[in-house]
């Protein structure tokens, strides 16, 4: 749980797939009260090995904080990374963590994976 005040954070996070069909999406589990400026680097490809679609730097500046660990693929691309930054400023104390699904289809037999080492690191500025 983090108290009211105004963060800087950093983090990683990555989510797999082995589907043909259902993709990867990840975000935070909960839609936090508060606002910031959120900066992350998506890249996304088949596998971790082969990451090879940047989808580019997206910036928020606004009150969807949840949005700050939001990436995903399509149903072709079966992994992705996140990359993310950025200052956060919560209004009362929340707690969160982060969630996976798949993303376009349902595909029971190959599930959507969490990567090992996905965190959100916050350093309380004010």
Not at 57 to 65: K, L, Q, V
Not at 92 to 109: M, Y
């Amino acid at each position: 749980m983090l108290p009211a005040g105004t963060y800087q954070y950093d983090g990683f996070v990555g989510g797999n797939t082995a589907s043909a069909t259902a993709g990867v999406q990840t975000r935070l589990s909960t839609t936090l009260a508060g606002s910031g400026c959120f900066i992350i680097r998506i890249i996304r490809g088949t596998s971790y090995f082969n990451l090879s679609i940047d989808q580019g730097m997206s910036r928020r500046a606004d009150t969807n904080a949840n949005l700050l660990a939001s990436i995903d693929t399509g149903a072709a691309a079966a992994a992705c990374i996140g990359i993310m930054n950025g200052t956060l400023i919560l209004t009362s104390a929340q707690t969160f963590g982060f969630e996976i699904a798949q993303r376009n289809a349902t595909d029971a037999s190959n599930p959507t994976i969490l990567s090992t080492g996905s965190y959100i690191r916050f350093v309380k500025i004010a």
